[in-house]
């Protein structure tokens, strides 16, 4: 990772209620560990600060996932939607460290997001000067999702089920855009994850 990733903080959003999904998509099995596992083993081959953002069926999945080193903080708000768990997650990252430089913001849900994916983040901002960097998945885009300081207090504002695509949307001439095209399968139905139990049957 370049010298100064160590200003760089992850945000693993990981505290609804999956309620489309009727149980946990955090502890949704594939390939042999949950999704939420998945994700955190990926943050531990980077040398980045990673914090965990838990709220509904908290104790169950600190039950049967390991954060390592990672930092849990309980989302109290949770119900209030996906605003809620990023304001919470960057208020810790700024208590921890009032340097931080950017944060990229992480769903639990994405299985086929690789450690590539997010080292490319990470090199994408360095070396194109733009304030977001944003996964492309061919006809629409989404997260991961990198966003430097100045915009951290437009993250802070988001209000009820809003997601950091308002912030993207709001400075497009920012937007620095790497190819992530499975990023578009994410968990959110039941009918979701048999189309992803169908690829590793495949596999």
Known sequence: MPPNS?????????????SRLGSPKQLLEYHGKNLLQHTIDLTQLLDIETIVVLGAFKEEILARVN????????????????????????SEVLKKNTETEAVILLLCDQPFLTTEILREIVEKYHSSGQSIVHCSYGDVSGPPTLFH???FPYLMELKGGQGAKKVVDMFPDQVAYIDFPKGKLDIDTAADYQQLKQTESDT
């Open 67 to 90: 954060v390592y080193e990672g930092k849990v903080v309980e989302n109290m708000a949770w119900s209030e939607g996906l605003s809620s768990s990023i304001r919470c997650g960057l």
């Open 149 to 151: 300081k100045s915009l």
């Open 6 to 18: 160590t200003k760089i903080s992850l945000i693993l959003l990981a505290a609804g209620e999956s």
